[in-house]
Each structure stands twice: as structure tokens, then as C-alpha cells.
């Protein structure tokens, strides 16, 4: 879910919200002619591919895995085959599915981010699921993204992205890392800022803003390096890779607006930074300026537009309603 607000002037012109519905056979379920690994593997592909939306996710992942906005035609980087498990599985320049040049099997776009590596023939666990949320938000969040940049791309810049979450990509999921920072780099270079926040409202960073943000003085920010992650909020050695190198497209932020509000934010800074500074995070100055006119009312640390999408997206309310009471007839 993520929600835009306008930047020029500070003011909020609109929010959207997409949040999709889909059901995968995870397991003790029977899919005629197809095992369970294949079911799924193809309805991540045609929901992602959802005619819905037009196509739109789709549309995206094809413009981060081949980085469509440089006019170099880069070739897909090789995964491994989810048939013959062959590691150099991949596909033409642009296409959203092709054969493996090994077995000759037929491959899916959406195999090359490797759902298969965690599912068995006839069954999958849970974490499939997440996974999937966690793929399609992006590809929601930098739909929005792609659009300006295709069709707008003089007011990419005066829009604020919200996404409600932290700005990463777990596993092996995260082959979309890379590409989102050589964009957000390229745009950056062409003077063009594409400012996305993401709003991390559990786990240990905001624990860790628990225990310093009393002490903070109103007004500042503070950017913890490689070192600080891994000692004061990871509590592990510093040795080992970069963190966030390979899964964050933001860095974290820990900021204090005011006495009522402080948040944990994740912020690009294009190319990776183990310890980056506030000049290194894209639209830092337009970007704080505006904050203080996003905060809700209602919650400490909200940002009213996220509150707006959750509000919009909540089960209880638009448009679940009508299916909970259709639920709620059925069983009375
Ligand atoms: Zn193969």
C-alpha cells in the first residue's frame, strides 16, 4: 500500500491506495493438470499480470528487470530454471515468458524473482504469501513511480511517495534492489529527485526510537551508519557484509518533528551508502519541509495519508463490507 501526497507548496493534493485480493492454492488443494509449485508459480504471474489494473504491475516489473529507462537493452540477469533447476534460465530482452534454453520447459517473468526456491510439488508454506505482498506493493509503489516518469515526468518531482512499511526486499526477492537504486541514481543525475518515504511502525528500529527519541531535541534527524545498525539496534558484530546493501532500497532515519511526533523513516539515497548522511538522501530538504504538514492528528508519529490508505484499505470498512455480510449470510 503506499499513498502520493504533493510536495510544491507543501500541500496535499490527493492519496491513493491499491491493495489486491488474490488466492493461491497453498496446499491441500488439487489443481486439475497442475501440481501445486506450477499452480502457484503461474498465479503469481497472472496476478501480477492482472487485468485489473491493466496490466500495470507487470508493466513494471518488466521496466525494473530490464531497467527500461536506459536505452541500453539490458538482458535479464540468469536464474535458476524452477523445471530443471539449470542456473542460467532466462529471457529475451522485454519478454514475460520464454522457454528455458536448457529443458525447454516454459518460464514466467515473475519465476526469475524465485518463489519456487521455497515451495515443494505439492505444497507451500506461508511465507509465500508475504512474499508475494511484499513483491506486489513494490510493484504498486513504482507503478506510480513509472507513470510520472513515462507520461509526467516534470511533476515526478513534486510528488511525495508513502509507503506504509520499510523500503526493503527480503531474500532472494531482493534481485529488484539493485535495479530500484540504479533508477533512483539515474534519475538523481538527470536532476530529476523522486522522493519516496516509507514508515516502519514496528520491529527494532522503532524500538529503537523508543528508547532514544524522548532525549532528542524536536527538529532533528539522526542517520545511523553500518556500525550503530549492527551494534545498537542489531546487537551483532560489525564485521559481515554492508548492512541493507543487498535487500534496502532506503536508508533509515530516525527523525523528531515535534514533542508528539517521531517516526522511523526509510529514505533512498540512489546508490548504496553503509553510512550515509543527510545530504545523501534524495529530497532530504523538501522532503522535511513538508513532513510537519502530513502529521496526523489522530495518532502520534502518523502521516495523515498513510492513516487515509489504511483507513480506505481497513477490512471493515470499503469495500469489504458488502463481502463480510455476503460471509455472514452464508453461514447463518
Ligand atoms: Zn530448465
Known sequence: MYALAMLSGGCLLSHLQMKSKHVFPMRHISVPGMTVYDAIRHGIFESVKEERLEGEPLETLKWLAYEKWDQNEKSLPPFQCPHCAAEDATLPYNSETGECPGCHEELLLTDMLGFHLEMAQEAAPDSIASAYMMIHETLLLFTGVRHFWENKREMLSDC???KDGPLAIR???SKLVAPIRRFLQAAREEGIDVHIVGQEKSGAFYDHLSLIG????AGHIFVPGHN?????IQHRPAAGAPYGK????????FVKINDRHQAVLNIPTGEYKSDPTATDLIGTPRIFSTLPMLLSSRYEGALFPIELANNIASLSTYPSAKVLAMFAEAHT
Open 246 to 253: 543487498d535487500t534496502n532500497y532506503g536508508a533509515k532515519v
Open 160 to 162: 511525495l511517495f508513502l
Open 214 to 217: 524522548p532525549s532528542a531535541p
Open 228 to 232: 550503530y545498525i549492527r551494534e545498537h
Open 171 to 173: 531474500a532472494q526477492y
